[in-house]
């Protein structure tokens, strides 16, 4: 091939459209005429059966393809019935966030208009921060209540909706109508209505129809108000302020930031004519953690998170502007991960002996790091008969498992009882910042929490209070702790002995500091301060019984219940800890993947590699062969060279029987792709040589 005219062909300095794909054209098969129709397909699967053959292909089988179809739909339903149960606690969450701020919202709606307001424009300011969404649920729930009630509706105006002021208006004369009547309403609106045709962005249209309608509230909600143009939005809402008498405006302004930055960006004419009220939506981290308390401390839960699932999740939370839907997505993909790839979840849906791949799932169970370090256990306790029951009877293995996957169940709900319980009583003894559930509950997982300084200063405080805090703090202790605890006879006692205290001062125990007297001796004409108990009272005395029980009946709950979850038989089932899909999914690393690929195809393609062993082959795709000859270039690439290896590939794998034209369109293709990449682009120096612009692994 002239290399002269493979330069001109290429062009690489004059071409505007480098990354414009390449097509290889195929003229069609003989045999059919152009306009013949093609022949008649049979149907071969009713409507019906199309749903349940697709949830079958849901899951695919697991343990080397070997676990039955009767496992894998149990999974997938498994799956199905207990995210929807966690789905709707989620929804009551995040309607009960909503439901103050909304009830303030409505009522300010209702309650206000241009009268009330001094002839200015009755203007609601909400606050989200960085909870954008609640803005959208809190307009959608308005919306509803207001629609419901017959007194008007929500108008939502977005900030790449209002390119200027006809758009604008247009924009919100549509959603308005389009609110009750449809688009095909809106259209016979336009079209039925008497009298001169209207242009789309005159207000008479929405005059009319908020006469026709009765319409009371007009509420227009500029979700995304610090986007708009302030000169844009001065001329809509002077615009609003003149049709006021005719039109019952209500503008609700979402804001990110604060009302003073925003107010300050306006201008004065534009703020003169607004009044109304501040509104402040929760921030998603709250909801954030409400969220995962329910979903962890669930009394009912059969599945968890571990802690480098939650560790992601929450470092994404706090790094970014995560909202609770958000949030809600990152767990629903744990949980999918889970029972897609984890054969045991098949015992988290109470299965049926005969629906189990016993053999196989029994192999798996055996390979377990927590069945080799349940069987230590059994041979330190002396019981080898057992450990041989487990490694010869699967019947015996699998009665087994679900027994200590319900055991574990019940101690990982217990786990984030105690964290429950600790977060109460952390509201009480802690002073400055509080430990949210969140916190604590990345420390129970770990097994550390019980070790923990927060632990050991949390009832060291416990010990210092008087009857008037410890009172609110036996009251404040979660009825989910355990009968043993013998808490009642605690607030029972502690109940009579406050009663019975005639003093107006509280009790104090004798760790209390105003308990201990600073005594002073002279010693070789040296002053010496010593500390000492003080003369307690009787009922002092029993004070510090009633503080010393509760102290050692909560060490001792503490020391039982927070083990470490991953010392459980079984945990592999209801605890899923695998850091990878949440990470590669939630923070995935594009560079590294596509490397990956194209210096290693295979990898990806189901395929096998070239036989002969060579790394750069024929079978491969073009692009991945252009890309791994890139690698071994220098900084400038030399085009006649890069084209000369890359048809040497196909001469030495394929002979003679390949087509030149057929190669050349396969190198433009895969040219475009490596700069479409942005691994290559035209060098200035030479004008026939491509410069690298990527290096692998940087």
Same mark, same amino acid.
């Given at each position: 091939m002239d290399p002269e005219g493979l330069e001109d062909a290429l062009d690489l300095s004059r071409d505007r459209a480098q990354n414009q794909g390449v097509y290889i054209y195929q003229p069609a098969k003989p045999g059919k005429a152009t306009g013949e129709r093609p022949s008649k397909r049979r149907k071969v699967s009713s409507t019906d059966n199309r749903g349940t053959k697709s949830d079958v292909q849901c899951f695919v089988p697991l343990l080397n393809g070997e676990e039955n179809a009767e496992s894998a739909q149990l999974r997938f339903e498994t799956y199905k019935q207990l995210w929807s149960t966690q789905e709707d606690k989620i929804q009551a969450i995040l309607e009960d966030v909503d439901a103050g701020v909304l009830a303030d919202v409505l009522s300010f709606v209702r309650d206000n208009s241009p009268e009330t307001c001094n002839g200015c424009i009755p203007t609601g300011l909400v606050t989200v921060g960085s909870n954008v969404s609640s803005l959208t649920r809190l307009l959608s729930r308005l919306n509803d209540q207001l629609s419901t009630s017959g007194e008007g509706g929500v108008v939502v105006l977005e900030s790449g909706d209002a390119p200027n002021l006809k758009t604008s208006l247009k924009n919100?004369?549509? &959603?308005?109508? !389009? /609110? @009750?009547?449809? /688009?095909?309403?809106?259209?016979?609106?336009?079209?039925?209505?008497?009298?001169?045709?209207?242009?789309?962005y005159d207000l008479d249209l929405l005059n009319d129809y908020v006469q026709r309608k009765g319409t009371k509230k007009l509420v227009l909600a500029l979700r995304d108000s610090e986007a708009f143009d302030p000169g844009l939005l001065m001329d809509l809402l002077s615009l609003f302020k003149s049709w006021l008498d005719r039109i019952p405006f209500t503008v609700l302004l979402g804001i990110s930031t604060s009302v003073e930055l925003f107010e300050g960006r306006l201008p004065r004419a534009c703020v003169s004519l607004l009044q109304g009220k501040h509104f402040e939506v929760q921030e998603a981290g709250n909801c954030v953690d409400r969220i995962y308390e329910s979903l962890q401390a669930d009394p009912h839960g059969k599945l968890w998170l571990g802690r480098n699932v939650t560790s992601t999740l929450l470092e994404k939370t706090h790094d970014y502007f995560q909202t609770?839907?958000?949030f809600s997505r990152m767990v629903k993909y744990a949980y999918m991960s889970h029972f897609f790839s984890n054969p045991l979840s098949v015992l988290l849906g109470s299965p049926a002996p005969a629906t189990l791949s016993q053999p196989r799932l029994c192999e798996a169970i055996r390979n377990l790091p927590s069945f080799r370090m349940f069987c230590e256990d059994l041979l330190?306790?002396?019981?080898?008969?057992?450990?041989?029951?487990?490694?010869?009877?699967d019947e015996y293995l699998l009665q087994e498992a679900l027994n200590h996957i319900s055991a574990g169940q019940q101690s990982m709900q217990?786990?984030?009882h105690a964290v429950v319980a600790i977060h109460g009583c952390l509201q009480h003894t802690q002073s400055a910042?509080? !430990? /949210?559930? *969140?916190?604590?509950?990345?420390?129970? #997982?770990?097994?550390?929490?019980?070790?923990?300084?927060?632990?050991?200063?949390?009832?060291? !405080?416990?010990? !210092?209070?008087? *009857?008037?805090?410890?009172?609110?703090?036996?009251?404040?202790?979660?009825? @989910?702790?355990?009968?043993?605890?013998?808490?009642?006879?605690?607030?029972?006692?502690?109940?009579?002995?406050?009663? &019975?205290?005639t003093d107006s001062a509280p009790l104090r125990s004798e760790y209390n500091i105003n308990s201990s007297v600073v005594k002073t001796t002279v010693v070789q004409q040296r002053?010496?301060?010593?500390?000492?108990?003080?003369?307690?009272?009787?009922?002092d005395i029993e004070y510090t019984r009633i503080v010393d029980r509760l102290v050692g009946v909560l060490q001792e709950y503490l020391t039982e219940?927070?083990?470490?979850?991953?010392?459980l038989f079984m945990h592999e089932a209801f605890l899923f800890? #695998?850091?990878?899909?949440?990470?590669? @999914?939630?923070?995935?690393?594009?560079?590294? &993947?596509?490397?990956?690929?194209?210096? /290693?195809?295979?990898?990806? #393609?189901?395929? *096998?590699?070239?036989?002969?062993?060579?790394?750069?082959?024929?079978?491969?795709?073009?692009?991945?062969?252009?890309?791994?000859?890139?690698?071994?270039s220098g900084a400038l690439v030399n085009i006649h060279d890069l084209w000369q290896a890359f048809y040497a590939v196909f001469e030495s794998d394929q002979g003679n029987t390949f087509d030149d034209r057929m190669i050349m369109s396969l190198f433009y293709g895969a040219l475009s792709d490596l700069k479409s990449f942005g691994m290559v682009k035209n060098s200035r120096k030479k004008t026939d040589h491509l410069a690298k612009s990527a290096w692998m692994g940087l």
């Open positions: 919100i004369i549509r &959603a308005a109508i !389009t /609110n @009750t009547e449809g /688009n095909d309403g809106y259209q016979k609106f336009l079209t039925d209505r008497a009298g001169p045709r209207l242009l789309g609770p839907e958000a330190e306790a002396g019981s080898p008969d057992d450990v041989r029951n487990l490694l010869e009877n217990q786990i984030f910042k509080k !430990t /949210n559930v *969140s916190d604590l509950s990345v420390r129970a #997982l770990s097994g550390e929490l019980n070790e923990s300084q927060v632990v050991d200063d949390m009832l060291a !405080t416990v010990r !210092t209070f008087d *009857s008037g805090k410890l009172g609110p703090l036996l009251e404040s202790l979660p009825k @989910t702790l355990p009968p043993e605890l013998a808490l009642d006879e605690i607030r029972t006692d502690f109940a009579a002995l406050v009663d &019975a205290n002053i010496l301060l010593s500390k000492g108990k003080a003369n307690l009272s009787e009922q219940t927070l083990i470490q979850p991953q010392e800890d #695998l850091r990878n899909p949440m990470k590669e @999914t939630f923070t995935p690393r594009p560079r590294f &993947a596509l490397e990956r690929a194209l210096a /290693n195809p295979f990898d990806y #393609l189901i395929s *096998s590699t070239d036989p002969s062993g060579a790394r750069i082959s024929a079978k491969q795709p073009a692009t991945a062969i252009l890309y791994q000859l890139y690698l071994e």
